[in-house]
């Protein structure tokens, strides 16, 4: 699974700010979601995910706020801002693009099929 951790890895930004569309949320809870969504096949690194919300928070795309330490341990919430909406829709695109321009080289060259 090197591979495809490899390419998620290259889309963390969009990962987060997939999660982060649905609702605010902390570190520990996404990365969590990222495991059952995954079945346990793809965990961000601690040290992965808290810098892609420092670059996310510097590029204007997140906004942060401390919880309630009242009901637990005090956590970090992250909200997506309306240029990290921005910033999904054009990754959703790239992805998109990307997806089909590979899908497109896989079946050119090596004479597959595509499948379905």
Not at 25 to 43: A, H, M, P, T, V
Not at 87 to 112: C, D, H, M, P, S
Request: proline share 1%; with cysteine.
């Amino acid at each position: 699974m090197s591979i495809a951790s490899d390419m998620l890895r290259g889309n963390t930004d969009m990962i987060i700010l997939a999660h982060l569309t649905q609702r605010e949320s902390y570190g520990y809870e996404i990365n969590k979601l990222i495991q059952e969504k995954s079945e346990n096949r793809f965990e961000l690194k601690e040290a992965t995910l808290y810098g892609a919300f420092r670059r996310l928070e510097e590029a204007g795309c997140v906004s942060f706020y401390w919880g309630d330490e009242r009901t637990g341990a005090r956590r970090r919430y992250y909200r997506i801002t309306p240029e990290g909406r921005e910033a999904f829709a054009r990754y959703r695109r790239e992805w998109a693009e990307a997806v089909a321009l590979i899908t497109k080289l896989i079946v050119q060259e090596n004479g597959l099929k595509e499948e379905r």
